[in-house]
């Protein structure tokens, strides 16, 4: 029994390592990711052309790039529109903030619903600009993205720390042989224990 106790202590503090780290990475991704988006028009403002139209190039991928929706800085756009640099603005500072609004060890999502509804005031701002209701602008458009980005980390964040601490287990049993959740009662002492249907007055 002791050695079980041991392993499971080890566990906890392993399982709490792997969040840490987990969202540690995460975290420096984010904000790097964002730097670049800010870097792009930076470098190209100090003929740092190679380096300004790399960083464009591989924005390209996911953004359409349009300059007359993109935030500027030095003459340049950035290297998303208004509405990506939301999305990863919100991305990154709610990933900041996220060991002071929830455990780092959770490991599930909260309802889709919220995902969903986050998402409605974007739809919204892109669908009546579609129509030609409403003329969206670069603050509709990255504040509606910063707030998909921010709820979005609630889902991402606990996927990720979950595969962390399934990589520990497997690690861990592999490495000692115990098996990480074991049963310690016997079958006969489950067929000694009284029955409620063999004693009513120990019914719940």
């Known amino acids: 029994m002791e050695i079980y106790t041991r392993q499971i202590g080890k566990t906890a503090i392993r399982n709490q390592q792997s969040a840490i780290l987990s969202w540690l990475i995460l975290a420096a991704g984010a904000l790097l990711v964002f ?29 359409h790039q349009l300059s007359e929706r993109s935030f ?27 060991p002071l609004m929830t455990s780092l060890k959770r490991t599930y ?14 739809a ?5 600009h579609a129509l030609g209701i409403w003329q969206n602008t670069h603050s509709s458009r990255f504040f509606t993205g910063a707030l998909l980005g921010a709820v979005s980390v609630f889902y991402v964040m606990p996927g990720v720390v979950d595969l962390a601490s399934r990589r ?33 007055h120990r019914r719940i």
């Not at 999502?109 to 005031?121: H, Q």
Request: hydrophobic letters at 50%; one cysteine or more.
């Open 124 to 128: 919204i701002d892109v669908g009546l």
């Open 168 to 200: 520990w287990r497997s690690t861990s049993t592999t490495q000692s042989g115990i098996p990480l959740t074991t049963t310690c009662v016997s079958t006969a002492n489950i067929a000694a224990a009284p029955s409620d249907y063999s004693a009513p």
């Open 35 to 63: 730097g670049l988006i800010v870097a792009a028009p930076v470098a190209f403002a100090n003929n740092h052309e190679f380096i300004a139209l790399t960083i464009y190039a591989s924005f390209s991928k996911v953004c």
């Open 109 to 122: 999502a909260p309802l889709r619903k919220w995902l969903f509804l986050a998402a409605v005031p974007m």
């Open 72 to 98: 500027y800085i030095a003459g340049h756009p950035f290297a998303v529109c208004s509405r990506c640099t939301g999305l990863y603005a919100g991305f990154a500072v709610a990933l900041l903030f996220y």
